[in-house]
């Protein structure tokens, strides 16, 4: 026997084996590697333009997430899907939130959507151009029209309302899609409305409508408006991919509110509205620090003042900490 091969053998059994532990590691770093899959339902409006930013800029794929948008027919139908287990994430208004909290279903607010300020109104209380309304009081007993019963929209105008001396309790609501109130405007079947971009921006350009206040502004003069909810467990099992998820929707909303203008094509593409309609709509103001509690404080307290909850609680009850 050589005296040489005894060596040699032994330092190629340990190459084989070092190599081989290389070959069976790579699955498994490979699986660590790669992006989380996280689904996330809501209505694939304006106010997504951060979201869809985010993973048309590759955003969230460099923090390891990989985010897909699913379209609903509304932010109640997401969460009511999310509280299923459909998809791990909703984008929603807050309200149906204050009311899943207070029938104790355990969903919580992982991230801040958009936000109200008065510079960047989301939505106004329109009536016909030739309408003879002028005050808060003119509105007393009157037919309001608004997208849901009871929603953020109802609280509004109540608020404005009351704000500026009328009787809010005495105001009816009709529900109606925001695409047909113009419409109900000008035939006088209702007589003001609660109208959101496009058709706000389309009504106000083509002069068929003229605001009579900003409802918004009579709750506060600033407060979360939209948020991303989850299921309170799958929020704690996920706690890594929702503070990176929180993380990048931070940044994109801080480049979106600075590019209206580029990022235009952006919010045709989601909306499927046409490209020249988006450059004369309403921008929403994206939330671009942490889920603050107060601002949605401020929000349950005057649901509950205007009787759309039937009691108060604390924010940090549906606010995620981890």
């Known amino acids: 026997m050589n005296p040489k091969s005894e060596p040699m053998r032994r330092r190629h059994a340990v190459t084989t084996i070092s190599l081989a532990a290389v070959a069976c590691a790579l699955p498994l770093r490979a699986r660590a590697q790669a992006p989380e899959h996280v689904q996330l339902a809501g209505p694939l409006t304006e106010d997504m333009t951060a979201v869809y930013y985010a ?4 955003l969230f794929t460099r923090a390891g997430l990989e985010i897909e948008l699913v379209g609903t027919s509304s932010g109640s139908a997401a969460v009511t ?6 998809y791990a994430l909703a984008k929603t208004s807050l309200l149906s939130v204050f009311s899943a909290h207070l029938r104790s279903i355990p969903i919580t607010i992982v991230a801040p959507e958009f936000t109200y300020n008065a510079r960047s109104p989301f939505a106004l209380l329109q009536i016909a151009a030739d309408a003879t309304l002028k005050s808060a009081t003119d509105l007393n007993g009157k037919t309001i029209g ?3 019963l009871g929603d953020l929209n109802t609280l509004a105008t109540r608020a404005w309302v009351d704000k500026g001396g009328g009787d809010w309790k ?3 609501f009709v529900e109606m899609p925001n695409a047909v109130m113009e419409a109900a405007l000008q035939q006088r079947r209702i007589d003001a409305a609660m109208m959101q971009p496009p058709q706000l921006d389309a009504s106000l350009a083509a002069g068929t409508t003229k ?4 409802g918004y502004g009579a709750i506060a003069p600033g407060f979360l408006v939209g948020a991303f909810v989850a299921r309170s467990d799958w929020a704690a099992q996920h706690a890594d991919a929702v503070r990176k998820f929180a993380r990048g929707l931070a940044e994109a909303g801080v480049y979106v509110n600075a590019h209206e203008r580029e990022t235009l094509p952006l919010v045709a593409e989601l909306t499927k509205i046409p490209l020249a309609a988006t450059e004369k709509m309403h ?3 994206n939330a671009t620090t942490p889920l603050d509690p107060n601002t949605v404080q401020v929000l349950i307290d005057a649901t509950v003042k205007y009787d759309l909850l039937p009691r108060t609680f604390s924010a940090r009850e549906i606010c995620w900490s981890g």
């Open 170 to 172: 005495s105001l009816k």
């Open 55 to 58: 993973v048309k800029s590759g």
């Open 211 to 214: 605001t009579l206040g900003d």
């Open 146 to 148: 608004v997208p849901a």
């Open 81 to 86: 899907a999310m509280i299923a287990g459909t």
């Open 283 to 285: 921008r929403s103001l």
